[in-house]
């Protein structure tokens, strides 16, 4: 069986502070994909990264950095800098094929 | 348009009727998905197109939950004899293809149905 754990329910950060958002997951497979997404307060799923599981290298986007490590199943999202349009439940997913499993989600507030 | 479109965005409707929801995917797109999402969780998977087909329907909760998609390209999820606990805002995404590298998924912005 397949799953995600997001064990942060919600967030707190005061704008420009660093902030990493914990996902770990649970699958038998050995070629699966991982992906985040950014779901702002207008509801509509923004796609923002996806990662095989055969690639660990880490990626950085402008203030947005992931940090995939299979030894302890966890695919990590950190955003530096912390805006306040950053503010949204961000989603960790996993999929093999096309079956998707998202996590329960985690709500980031940036305050100004 | 250059995304997932879903109507109605909102829909009331009483116990017991018949409901339709639509998905306009992405031009191009031969995978089509349906999610639900409850409030404060992730969305959940319903059911999966390649194609015209329904290639995968294991996340349908139960017999009063059907979705068509007749052209390979629009699809309606139907939903009969609604019962309150169907209330939730109904995802619909598109992927190039199904799987391999080309899989992320690009969501609508959900139909939000209320069962009173």
């Known amino acids: 069986a397949q799953k995600v754990t997001q064990a942060q329910t919600e967030i707190s950060v005061v704008e420009k502070e660093d902030v990493t958002l914990d996902c770990v997951y649970e699958?038998?497979?050995?070629?699966?994909?991982l992906f985040w997404y950014k779901q702002p307060p207008s509801g509509e799923l923004v796609f923002l990264i996806r990662?095989?599981?055969?690639?660990?290298q880490n990626e950085i986007s402008g203030r947005y950095s992931w940090n995939f490590q299979k030894s302890t199943s966890s695919f990590n999202f950190t955003i530096t800098a912390s805006q306040v349009v950053d503010s949204a439940v961000y989603f960790c997913?996993?999929?093999?094929?096309?079956?998707?499993?998202f996590g329960p989600g985690t709500r980031l507030s940036v305050l100004p | 348009g250059a995304g997932v479109s879903q109507t109605p965005s909102n829909k009331v409707t009483e116990k017991g009727k018949y409901v339709e929801l639509r998905c306009d995917p992405i031009?191009?797109?031969?995978?089509l998905y349906w999610y639900r999402q409850s409030l404060g969780q992730g969305p959940e998977f319903l059911i999966y197109?390649?194609?015209?087909?329904?290639?995968?329907d294991s996340g349908l909760p139960n017999d009063r939950f059907f979705a068509v998609r007749p052209e390979g390209s629009v699809s309606t999820l139907k939903i009969q004899r609604t019962e309150r606990g169907d209330s939730a805002v109904y995802l619909c995404?598109?992927?190039?293809f199904g799987q391999g590298p080309y899989n992320e998924q690009f969501f609508g912005p959900g139909t939000r149905l209320t069962v009173l």
């Open positions: 197109f390649q194609g015209t087909g329904a290639a995968d």
């Open positions: 699958t038998r497979d050995t070629t699966y994909y």
């Open positions: 990662r095989n599981s055969f690639d660990e």
């Open positions: 997913a996993l999929s093999r094929g096309q079956n998707f499993v």
């Open positions: 031009s191009g797109h031969t995978a």
């Open positions: 995404a598109s992927s190039l």
